[in-house]
């Protein structure tokens, strides 16, 4: 059974901060890796999308990176800012289009 | 990719009666749509798999015949909470997912149950 893991839990940091976050996940069977973005009472927000392929996505300040065969991927947020601050899922798609969600990461980016 | 819209997005609604929410895929004929759910401070958990012209699956610990779900078309899967109590509050959020994609997701749905 796919078990998707994150840490940490939540972290506070200061504006301008580069961070990681990090995602686990026990089975390496996956279809792709998803990194979202959700804020305090509202939906998802898709930030990155890692096909099992690939080793890494960017997107403007954000870098995901995916090592399939350790079952793990990293989210990089550079020049860390206020309008960060929410709580960061990691998704795995599986092999019966199910996603797995992670618990998430809360962050908060003080001023 | 796949644009899915959920309706209503939010919902107030008394203990003991039942509510229903729409999942409609816009331009993708989705055989199969997930229905998700998430309590506060938690991630989101799978409830169910909803399968276009047959029975859902559910994930276990999801009581089938309080979260009724039903998928006519390939375009509409709809999942209705019967007797809801307070402890069905929650944000309840839908996804399909293209062959060879990714998923994508509604923009979800929080049920208040006073």
């Known amino acids: 059974k796919q078990e998707v893991t994150q840490i940490p839990a939540a972290l506070s940091v200061p504006e301008g901060e580069n961070l990681v976050l990090n995602c686990s996940f026990t089975?390496?069977?996956?279809?792709?890796l998803q990194w979202f973005r959700q804020d305090p009472g509202k939906g998802l927000t898709s930030l990155l999308l890692?096909?099992?392929?690939?080793r890494e996505q960017t997107s403007g300040r954000l870098n995901a990176s995916l090592d399939k065969s350790s079952g793990r991927s990293t989210l990089y947020i550079a020049a860390s800012q206020p309008g960060d601050s929410a709580t960061y899922l990691c998704?795995?798609?599986?092999?019966?289009?199910?996603?797995?969600f992670g618990p998430g990461t809360s962050l908060s980016v003080i001023p | 990719g796949a644009v899915v819209s959920q309706h209503p997005s939010w919902v107030i609604c008394k203990s003991g009666t039942s509510v229903k929410i729409e999942c409609r895929s816009l331009?993708?004929?989705?055989?199969?749509m997930f229905w998700y759910r998430q309590f506060p401070k938690q991630s989101l958990m799978l409830m169910a798999t909803?399968?276009?012209?047959?029975?859902?699956?559910?994930e276990q610990g999801v009581e089938k015949d309080k979260f009724l779900i039903n998928h006519a078309s390939l375009t509409l899967s709809t999942l209705t909470v019967t007797s809801a109590h307070p402890e069905d509050s929650s944000f309840y959020i839908c996804?399909?997912?293209?062959?060879?994609?990714?998923?994508?997701f509604g923009q979800g749905t929080r049920l208040t149950v006073v």
């Open positions: 996804s399909v997912t293209p062959p060879g994609t990714e998923a994508f």
């Open positions: 089975d390496s069977a996956i279809y792709n």
């Open positions: 890692i096909q099992s392929s690939q």
């Open positions: 998704a795995v798609l599986t092999s019966y289009d199910k996603v797995i």
């Open positions: 331009d993708f004929q989705a055989t199969t």
């Open positions: 909803s399968n276009e012209g047959s029975k859902a699956t559910y």
